[in-house]
T-cell receptor
Framework: AQTVTQSQPEMSVQEAETVTLSCTYD???????LFWYKQPPSRQMILVIR??????QNATENRFSVNFQKAAKSFSLKISDSQLGDAAMYFCAYRPYGNKLVFGAGTILRVKS | DSGVTQTPKHLITATGQRVTLRCSPR?????VYWYQQSLDQGLQFLIQ???????AKGNILERFSAQQFPDLHSELNLSSLELGDSALYFC??????????????FGQGTRLTVV
């Protein structure tokens, strides 16, 4: 079965500092997409960043970047220059050919001022 | 605003009752997905429709059913409700049948509380 594991239930970061959220997944497929979604207190699911498995280059979106290690099945999210608005639940998700998104359990990120 | 509209935002009902959750996808999106987010189960995929037809099924209970109408809006019907059905129900939509290549846009969810 395809699974996504986020081993950090909760993380804290000081404002303006950098934090890395971990994610590992299990799959036998070679072609798939990986995503990080942010869920603030409003409960809206917001796409932060996505990575195509066939691309070796790590995706970057402004202050957000990923470290994609395909062989290790690892997909971590790095948030640079953390801001108070980054405080949220972050979900790692994997999309196999079956189309459905498989989510990890989530990591609560707290940002301290 | 993702463009996906879910109604109602909140719903409180008693055990044994039946409710219908509604989702209007983004304009032009053919695929609709339903997810359940509960405290102990995380985000679980329930079902996907593509252009009116069921495309994929997840861990959806037999008491639950869904459909997608010709105008592409979708409804999730939950019957014989139990306390454990209390959760946030998300609808998401995307434009392509093979949504590996496109992102899914989520609605704001319907918070269902069964008392």
């Amino acid at each position: 079965a395809q699974t996504v594991t986020q081993s950090q239930p909760e993380m804290s970061v000081q404002e303006a500092e950098t934090v890395t959220l971990s994610c590992t997944y299990d799959t036998s497929e070679s072609d798939y997409y990986l995503f990080w979604y942010k869920q603030p207190p409003s409960r809206q699911m917001i796409l932060v960043i996505r990575q195509e498995a066939y691309k070796q280059q790590n995706a970057t979106e402004n202050r957000f970047s990923v470290n994609f290690q395909k062989a290790a099945k690892s997909f971590s999210l790095k948030i640079s220059d953390s801001q108070l608005g980054d405080a949220a639940m972050y979900f790692c998700a994997y999309r196999p050919y079956g189309n459905k998104l498989v989510f990890g359990a989530g990591t609560i990120l707290r940002v301290k001022s | 605003d993702s463009g996906v509209t879910q109604t109602p935002k909140h719903l409180i009902t008693a055990t044994g009752q039946r409710v219908t959750l509604r989702c209007s996808p983004r304009s032009g999106d053919l695929s609709v997905y339903w997810y359940q987010q509960s405290l102990d189960q995380g985000l679980q995929f329930l079902i996907q429709y593509y252009n009116g037809e069921e495309r994929a099924k997840g861990n959806i209970l037999e008491r639950f059913s869904a459909q997608q109408f010709p105008d592409l809006h979708s409804e999730l019907n939950l019957s014989s409700l139990e306390l454990g059905d209390s959760a946030l129900y998300f609808c998401a939509s995307s434009s392509s049948r093979d949504t590996r290549t496109t992102e899914a846009f989520f609605g704001q969810g319907t918070r269902l509380t069964v008392v």
